[in-house]
């Protein structure tokens, strides 16, 4: 990443660049061989505004932005720096490197992207965009979850939050500790198991319809006979008492839910009952550290 400030008062001189301590050029070279490399193209490419003033701006690769009072012009040209300050507003361009260690990137409104373990969350995934396709792009950070067990119950956390360069390779790191107390924990379980039950009513609509046919609504009319019949047990279930509902997957046999023991497409015969009981029964083993 190189940056270029030029003086508009001056006949658009350049005054600093972060060229000069890496190779060596003059302020001189850099204009002449940019103009010559295609590299930066300043006076060619850009109409440079007139007046006393310096003035800021940002390239990123077409555009040209007015950020503040300064005349910074920001491209890519191998030079390592941190994403995240891609998506700052007043920034300085010449602190690009610094460690974002402390930036509070909750509020730059990055997109989030949550990988779950049966309801458990375990990735968070920060990206600067997504494609009306829905494909998350431009990986700025990423925060990796541990969780360690003693009895059934989380008692800590560990959290390792990985800052990502221009070039995706990972830069400065940083991890922390959450130590949980017993109703913090049971509070936790609860989440996990509440967030298993909202997945399998929606991954249960979508394999109705792939067996029999129907449509989305015909489908989640024939799932909800079978949830109205559960209802206790999810609530048994989300509070920690499984069995209730592992014991009705695997034995009703009413007329009303023969698509239980359908086989579900290339799963080597896996039935839908089968495949709801493996939602529902989590590991709790213990995880000591």
């Known amino acids: 990443m190189i940056y270029l400030k030029v003086d508009t008062s001056r006949n658009n001189t350049i005054i600093e660049t972060s060229i000069l301590p890496f190779s060596g050029k003059t302020k001189e070279d850099v204009i002449f061989n940019s103009l010559i490399d295609g590299e930066i193209q300043v006076e060619t490419d850009f109409n440079f505004p007139s007046g006393q003033h310096i003035f800021y701006y940002r390239w990123n690769g077409s555009d040209v932005e007015e950020n503040s009072q300064e005349f910074i012009i920001i491209f890519q040209k191998g030079l390592q720096y941190y994403k995240v300050y891609d998506y700052m507003d007043n920034i300085d361009y010449s602190d690009y ?7 509070n990137f909750n509020i730059l409104g990055l997109n989030k992207l949550r990988t779950f373990n049966k309801g458990e969350l375990n990735l968070i995934e920060y990206y600067g965009n997504v494609t009306t396709g829905g494909t998350y792009q431009d990986l700025v950070l990423t925060e990796n979850r ?74 989640t009319m024939v799932g909800m006979v079978f949830l109205s019949k559960v209802t206790n047990e999810i609530t048994q279930y989300i509070e920690g ?23 579900i497409p290339n799963t080597g015969g896996l039935l839908v009952r089968q495949y709801l009981y493996n939602a529902i029964n989590i590991d709790y083993s213990d995880n000591i550290g």
């Open 97 to 103: 490197k610094i460690s974002p260690i402390n930036i």
């Open 146 to 219: 541990e969780y360690f067990r003693k009895n059934r119950m989380v008692y800590k956390r560990k959290l390792d939050i990985f800052w990502y360069y221009n070039d995706e390779t990972t830069g400065v790191t940083k991890t922390t500790l959450k130590h949980y107390s017993d109703e913090e924990s049971i509070k936790l379980g609860e989440t996990r198991r509440r967030n298993v039950i909202s997945d399998l009513k929606i991954g249960t609509i979508g394999l109705i319809q792939l067996i029999s046919g129907l449509s989305q609504t015909d489908a």
């Open 241 to 263: 008492i499984e069995d209730p509902l592992k014991t009705f997957i695997m034995s009703y046999s009413g007329s009303d839910c023969l698509w239980l023991d359908a086989e």
